[in-house]
């Protein structure tokens, strides 16, 4: 519970809207716990050829899991209520929230390409965005070329 509740307290529980930057926070909290591996599929279960292997993976990805879950807001629980693990979990989030369909590539190049810097908004804050935006993109199988990028950019301040 202490590595969970350690988590709760470093970053925002996913709520659905911000999961780009949540995706990469609690990726830095699973490699800093040495989690990340089991979590992303680097190393499968039955890749492992010892039962201490396989006991220890077992208990890496029940550990990763609850991390995950308890770092998420109780509407986005049923998302992940019944995975088997945590490779489980991830594999459902990353699906559900980066879907590569033609249809939400359109739609975050349309984000991306009409973004506007907000009354009040100061510049760096305005670039963060054009760049989350672009990250999406990339997330999706359509990255963004650089010269998009700095036009973009440029054009919107």
Not at 104 to 120: D, I, P, Q, S, V
Not at 124 to 130: A, E, Q, R, T
Not at 132 to 150: C, I
Request: glycine share 4%; proline share 1%; charged share 30%.
């Amino acid at each position: 519970m202490d590595a969970a509740t350690a988590t709760n307290a470093r970053i925002n529980k996913f709520d659905g809207s911000n999961f780009h930057t949540w995706k990469f926070k609690m990726q830095m909290v699973l490699e800093e716990r040495d989690l990340w591996e089991v979590t992303s599929g680097e190393i499968k279960l039955e890749h492992l050829a010892t039962t201490l292997d396989q006991s220890t993976f077992k208990r890496k990805s029940r550990k990763a899991l609850a991390i995950i879950c308890l770092a998420m807001e109780d509407s986005q629980l049923p998302l992940v209520r019944s995975a088997s693990g945590a490779y489980d979990a991830w594999s459902r989030l990353e699906g559900h929230f980066e879907k590569k369909s033609l249809a939400n590539k359109l739609f975050l190049r349309r984000r991306f390409f009409t973004a506007k810097m907000e009354e009040g908004d100061d510049v760096l804050s305005h670039i963060n965005k054009i760049k989350t935006l672009a990250e999406q993109l990339d997330a999706v199988g359509a990255p963004v070329s650089e010269d998009d990028l700095v036009i973009t950019l440029l054009r919107r301040l």
